[in-house]
């Protein structure tokens, strides 16, 4: 029974790391946190939380294989629709976490692959959260529960909203009237040269013999 009760824990720890994760990833890029929170801090919590999900979803794997409760075979955890126990949600598991190894694993090789290539494969980081919050809506045992349901209806809506904010939002340019003009000043007058202004209007003063 422990056992049950801490892969459970694992795999919903997992998931709110995913969930984190995948909302800072959505937003650490828009001016309200990227004018208060600093590049590298934000990368260090973007990882952290990825790095944190991943292990959490290895323990809940490595604990799924000792329970007793309901056994898993090693290929009902990397084959989808294999397992006996509520094939299509395990499946939609088995999916979310090839997902999250392919952006983890891309996160590391930056470098080699090129941003380009990075950049598209992170975007399966929506998905994968996607079908983690399925597997854990109709494969979960603690669904049901209220503050299941609440946890999952609040993470859910969160992560749709940004994702729309970040679709409307994207490759946004201000237009060009509405970018400030350069104001141009005159450079300054030469120190004790006449102002041309006050010569035009001085008045001509004859000078009798």
Known sequence: MTTWILL???????YLMLFLSVSWGLISTTA??????SKRSANLFHQFTANA?????????ALLLIDEFMPFAIAD???????????????????????MVVILVTSWLRKPIGPAWWRRLHLLSVPAFT??????????????????MAMYAITGILVLF???????????????GERPSRNVSAP??????????????????????
């Open 77 to 99: 955890l990397l084959i989808p629709m294999r397992s006996t126990y509520r094939p299509v949600a395990t499946g939609l598991g088995v999916v979310g976490m090839y997902l």
């Open 131 to 148: 079908v983690a919050l399925a597997h854990g809506i109709f494969a979960g045992s603690d669904s049901g529960r209220p503050w299941a």
């Open 8 to 14: 459970r824990s694992a795999g919903i720890g997992a």
């Open 188 to 209: 300054p007058a030469h120190e004790g040269a006449p102002d041309p202004a006050m010569t035009a209007q001085a008045p001509n003063v004859a000078v009798s013999p």
């Open 32 to 37: 309200v946190v990227s004018k208060r929170v």
């Open 162 to 176: 940004l994702v729309i904010v970040r679709g409307l939002t994207h490759g946004y340019r201000p237009p060009r």
């Open 53 to 61: 999900g991943l292990l959490l979803l290895a323990i809940h794997m």
